[in-house]
């Protein structure tokens, strides 16, 4: 059907007869049509993938506005004509041929640069430093996608705006004729445009209408929402064939989720429309392998639906003449569906995983089924997002030139009681939000605002400055809910007005509807930014009990409860009360502070003076390509003398304290921690909780560090114990060199590396025990002796990482190659490279010999030890497993 047998155009055809302007109009349009005709045949080069937005789409779309408005709509002319160029331009600017000023327009703005941040993140897990060297592909798909995310905005400009050289004369316009375009073109591009806008922006953009311009008769009025309102369910409703043909589909070769769109557009007929309801069916079903394309067609059948009732409700609570579309069959019943579009093989049923009680996921996973029941986590939560508010207005200011001593930023966390009540409040002048934010991506659980098309669209330039948040899950904000039910969110945009502040109230946590409102003049936040306030459940020495004790410690001050949860905070943070307003972490204060200083933050009264002043002398910073990446010493575990408990007959050193240093996200500790370790090092989470990190440096990069770091602890001496080993163990997992330390006990003792090539000289066969082994044999067999061949070991491994969880394999995984549990970075693997050189040969040359272990692992490892001779008690030899290593002949 062409679009000149429509009732639409018919009207404007009819009208030529009355007014020669009809005749005007319509000329003007078809030239219009040839132009955008010949633009919207470019698209599918950028967009190859996506379904046609050719002509033949454009042209659609008088069928469709016939068939959804009914037989009997009537508009004017000049309503006509300006309908019909917002059809031709909605979608142009899918391809790149319709931005005005073409791609070097597109690749000029900051919105370019998100879009390729946003693939490179999307098809690498990172964003470079630089775009210079970004392959072909990533900038196909960075093209698509702005074009996509853009090309309604585009659209806009699209009437009036001129292609070509103007220094050449050779300029043209899509509405050629120029009183047409001063007068029309603004209006078509705007309800162009709003094609992607919400439906509940048609009535404050559209409030008025246009009158006849001038020489036009006085009732050829321009009903902009009306417009709007055709466009958009047409351009919705038009999901056929003439879209997706197959015979385009095998030949780009479409695949993935495109593939799905295409495949059930080819198969749907034009719907007819029946008691007030489109009704899609499909001469063709779909069988089991198009089992999704189906799905995607009910989905996309349902936000046709929901698309026409929106308008619906528009046009009625307007008294505008209603569309006769009013429904789509079957997307309430996939039943019924399923009659209209056949299925083959196979049963739709609507079993789709989904949380049937959002509320209670929220309160669940938003608080301690997520978190644990560590009141301080939500306060590190809050203060994350704070700080991420912050760094995005920093970066923000940054690509907007504006001078370094004019961009700041801060936060503020205070307690204030009154009544018997404590509100905790945590306060930011960060980046700040809309109304709109506030209402859709802050409440929408388990997604981050951060890097969406929502957050290019608002803040364009930020995913590309090299800001990188610390909140990916949209999670951290439900935290506040641990601490109380009662919370107040208070925000407005950094570069809005005072009086724009919104505020955000939920009266009973996430069981009862918030309630959003403007501020009142006495709440209005005068820097902008965002201020969460949340009325305490709990006494407020829960939440500043943070070593959660039975011993009896002195309770920390809120100052010294946020400096120790924000050790590395790159954000100034103060600690406010009734009389004063104190920083308790200056940003990156941390990189240059006295290093003991650094530790009575990270472990305030802990740990003993002592303890602390030998780690303080021994901390080291750890520079990583350019980067400081951590301030870390090695600390063996003491024991803990200020236990008043009676030992008994037991060793009382079985009571020992052992140091740890946090890995710290963004600034804040996470859950896990550096065995053996005080200081801090910088890392990245690897779970929503944000209680699993790892460093952003590899283990292999600690090397340096923890060899320097065995050379300043005071030398092993006599039968260094198993506490004195362990900074050993670790150093050795982190890649050190252990130069003198002892690796190996023998007969004749202890002996280091050097001592060990020496002992691998005199033989051709070494045995290595583990410790732990022989050491059980004789306490009950005291007197038995090693055979002079054996070598005692510690065989078992102690990770760097230590997430507080036995079967976090990701933070073992960081350290230990897969399959290697005897890896060079083992005490193990040093002895035996110690043997290999007294041999004079690799390692890998060293032959052994092993019994398979039938409990073999995936990745194929096995134990790799043998039953052999490793001693005699009296004249009874000793047998236990080890590892048999063998000189080749």
């Excluded at 060297?133 to 996608?145: D, G, P």
């Excluded at 920083?583 to 933050?601: C, F, G, P, S």
């Amino acid at each position: 059907m062409s679009y000149k047998e429509t009732n639409l155009w018919k009207i404007l055809e009819a009208a030529q007869g009355e007014n020669e302007q009809a005749a005007f109009l319509l000329a003007s349009f078809e030239r219009s049509r040839g132009a955008a005709a010949l633009i919207a045949a470019e698209i599918a080069r950028d967009m190859p993938d996506f379904t046609q937005h050719d002509i033949s789409h454009i042209d659609a779309l008088w069928e469709y506005a016939d068939l959804i408005c009914g037989a009997d709509y009537v508009l004017t002319p000049a309503e006509i004509y300006v309908l019909g160029i917002s059809f031709l331009v909605h979608d142009l600017a899918n391809g790149v041929a319709a931005v005005p000023g073409g791609r070097s327009a597109v690749m000029r703005g900051p919105q370019w640069l998100d879009a390729l941040a946003s693939v490179c993140r999307e098809e690498t897990g990172t964003v470079p430093e630089s775009f210079e060297n970004i392959s072909s592909e990533i900038t196909s798909k960075a093209l698509a996608q702005y074009l996509r995310e853009h090309h309604a905005e585009i659209a806009a400009e699209i009437p009036c705006a001129p292609y070509g050289d103007h220094n050449k004369g050779a300029q043209r316009f899509l509405i050629d004729d120029v009183e047409l375009r001063s007068n029309y073109g603004y209006i078509a591009g705007r309800i162009a445009s709003s094609h992607w806008w919400s439906s509940k922006d048609l009535r404050s953009e559209f409030s008025a209408k246009v009158g006849p311009r001038a020489g036009m008769p006085e009732g050829w009025t321009v009903d902009p929402l009306v417009l709007a309102c055709i466009l958009r369910c047409a351009d919705a409703c038009h999901l056929d064939s003439r879209r997706a043909p197959e015979l385009l589909r095998l030949i780009r070769d479409i695949q993935g989720h495109s593939e799905d769109h295409w495949v059930f557009q080819d198969k749907l007929q034009k719907p007819q429309l029946r008691d007030g309801r489109l009704v899609y069916t499909s001469a063709r079903p779909f069988p089991r392998n198009e089992a999704a394309a189906w799905w995607l067609c009910r989905d996309s059948l349902a936000m046709v639906d929901a698309e026409i009732n929106a308008i619906d409700g528009i046009l009625a609570d307007l008294q505008k003449p209603r569309f006769q579309a009013k429904a789509v069959a079957g997307v309430a019943d996939v039943t019924a569906l399923a009659e209209l579009i056949p299925t083959q093989g196979w049963y739709p049923i609507d079993a789709q995983v989904r949380a049937s009680d959002v509320v209670s996921l929220v309160r669940r996973l938003g608080g301690a089924e997520l978190y644990g029941k560590n009141p301080r986590i939500a306060l590190r939560e809050l203060i994350s997002n704070a700080a991420d508010a912050v760094r995005a207005k920093r970066h923000l200011m940054e690509i907007s030139n504006v001078p370094a001593w004019e961009i700041s930023g801060d936060i503020t966390v205070g307690i204030v009681e009154n009544s018997g009540e404590a509100w905790l409040f945590i306060r930011d002048t960060g980046v700040g939000m809309t109304k709109e934010v506030m209402a859709g991506p802050l409440l929408n659980f388990g997604t981050s605002y951060w890097g969406t098309a929502a957050s290019r669209r608002d803040l364009p330039g930020l995913l590309s400055s090299g800001f990188r948040p610390t909140g990916r899950y949209g999670l951290g904000f439900f935290s506040a809910f641990m601490l109380g039910k009662e919370v107040t969110v208070a925000s407005r945009r950094y570069n809005a007005a005072a009086e724009d502040t919104m505020i955000l109230e939920f009266s009973n946590g996430v069981e009862s509807r918030p309630l959003l409102r403007r501020a009142e003049q006495n709440e209005q936040l005068h820097s902008g930014g965002t201020e969460v306030r949340v009325r305490l459940d709990a006494a407020v020495g829960q939440l500043l009990d943070i070593f959660s004790s039975s011993r009896p410690r002195r309770l920390p001050s809120l100052q010294e409860v946020c400096a120790w949860l924000c050790p590395a905070l790159d954000v100034d943070l103060y600690v406010t009360s009734e009389t004063e307003r104190v920083l308790a972490v200056r940003a990156n204060d941390w990189r240059e502070m006295d290093a003991i200083d650094l530790l009575k933050r990270i472990y305030l009264d802990k740990h003993s003076s002592k303890i602390l002043e030998d780690a303080g002398r021994r901390m080291r910073s750890i520079v990583h390509q350019g980067s400081l990446s951590g301030r870390l010493a090695l600390v063996a575990d003491y024991p803990d003398d200020s236990m008043d408990l009676d030992y008994g007959d037991a060793d009382p050193h079985i009571f020992f304290q052992s140091v740890s240093a946090p890995v710290v996200v963004g600034g804040v500790r996470s859950e896990t921690t550096f065995t053996s370790c005080a200081g801090l090092v910088i890392g990245k989470s690897l779970k929503a909780a944000r209680d699993s990190a790892v460093p952003l440096m590899a283990a292999q990069d600690f090397g340096d560090w923890a060899s320097d770091q065995l050379s300043l602890l005071p030398p092993s001496e006599g039968d260094p114990d198993r506490f004195e080993r362990k900074p050993l163990q670790v150093a050795i997992e982190l890649w050190a060199n252990p130069g003198k330390e002892l690796l190996a006990h023998s007969s004749q003792g202890w002996m280091n590396y050097a001592d060990i090539v020496s002992f691998a000289t005199h033989h051709s066969t070494v045995i290595i025990l583990q410790n732990a082994a022989w050491f059980n044999f004789v306490r009950s067999k005291p007197g038995a002796e090693l055979c002079a061949n054996v070598l005692m070991v510690e065989m078992g491994r102690v990770f760097p990482l230590d997430t507080g969880r036995l079967d976090d394999a990701r933070a073992s995984g960081w350290s230990m190659m897969p399959g290697e549990f005897y890896a060079e970075n083992t005490i193990v693997g040093w002895v035996e490279r110690a043997i290999a050189e007294g041999w004079g040969i690799a390692r890998n040359e060293i032959l052994l010999n092993h019994e398979s272990n039938p409990n073999e692992d995936d990745e194929g490892e096995y134990v790799k030890e043998v039953i052999c001779e490793v001693g005699v008690c009296g004249i009874t030899p000793v047998r236990l497993r080890g590892r048999k290593l063998e000189r080749p002949e």
